[in-house]
């Protein structure tokens, strides 16, 4: 497959999810990237989420080894209960890269996990009043919509070749729509990457008190210089709750290279 200087080329062996990678030489939202280290400073601001995807895997293991110690004794008791697969939700798909780099992580690890992606796939949804207060002035999403490069079907094709079909599943529409359509359950991961204020109370709001302790809420766009209304919506939800907000950047700071996430209580 051949490619541009400034984008991604991906080569699928097979359904394994063996990839092979050619770094960009500029970031860009759309290319693939690998989940496994060495990390190409290129995809620097990706970083962070695919090390605290790995935090929630990690405290989802630590849950199910004392829950098996627990079930030892259910065994003596006739009452065993199969453990439940990691649940994960991305907030925002786009074009899918995240996505599959985190299935592809927890595959890895070899964990029996499910992901629920939820986007429009149609783009960012129309700008609210907030939205437009808080809006840099020249933010070139004022005039135009912004994300529109991706549909349900491609993401679904390159997740089905990578053999994750029966374990990601696709909602398409605004979060008002699907999330009210989700089975009740609740969350080992929470990625919430919607750039919007609005967006952003809707999925902590159903979110929040559905997280497993333990449990991992992910914020792509808290420290954004291009949608500084998410990091309003999120403080005014986590203002009155016990959890704190932590940082993480790898590498040298740059905009939005530092991300945010809570681990809940």
Do not use: W
């Amino acid at each position: 497959m051949t490619s541009n200087t400034n984008e991604a080329v991906e080569l699928v062996s097979d359904v394994t999810g063996e990839t092979t990678y050619v770094v960009p030489t500029a970031f860009d939202a759309k290319h693939l990237f690998s989940h496994r280290p060495p990390y190409a400073q290129v995809f620097a601001e990706r970083v962070p989420l695919l090390q605290i995807f790995s935090l929630a895997v990690g405290n989802y293991r630590a849950d199910l080894t004392a829950s098996l110690g627990r079930g030892y004794l259910s065994i003596l008791r006739g009452a065993i209960r199969r453990p439940t697969p990691f649940l994960a939700v991305e907030c925002g798909v786009f074009s899918g890269s995240s996505l599959l780099a985190c299935a592809s992580l927890a595959r890895d690890q070899q964990v029996d996990f499910r992901f629920i992606g939820l986007d429009t796939f149609e783009g960012l949804p129309e700008l609210s009043a907030l939205d437009k207060e808080m809006a840099p002035l020249k933010a070139p999403y004022r005039t135009r919509r912004f994300f529109t490069e991706t549909s349900e079907a491609s993401v679904r094709q390159m997740l089905e070749a990578h053999g994750f079909d029966q374990k990601i599943a696709l909602c398409r529409g605004l979060f008002s729509e699907t999330l009210p359509r989700l089975e009740e359950a609740r969350y080992h991961f929470v990625n919430i990457d919607c750039d919007l204020y609005e967006p952003h109370l809707e999925c902590l709001r159903y979110f929040y008190p559905r997280m497993m302790p333990g449990g991992v809420v992910f914020f792509d766009d808290y420290h954004s210089v291009d949608f500084p209304m998410a990091r309003e919506a999120i403080n005014l939800y986590m203002g009155d709750k016990p959890e704190q907000l932590q940082h993480l950047r790898f590498g040298v700071d740059a905009p939005n290279r530092t991300k945010a996430f809570f681990v809940k209580y």
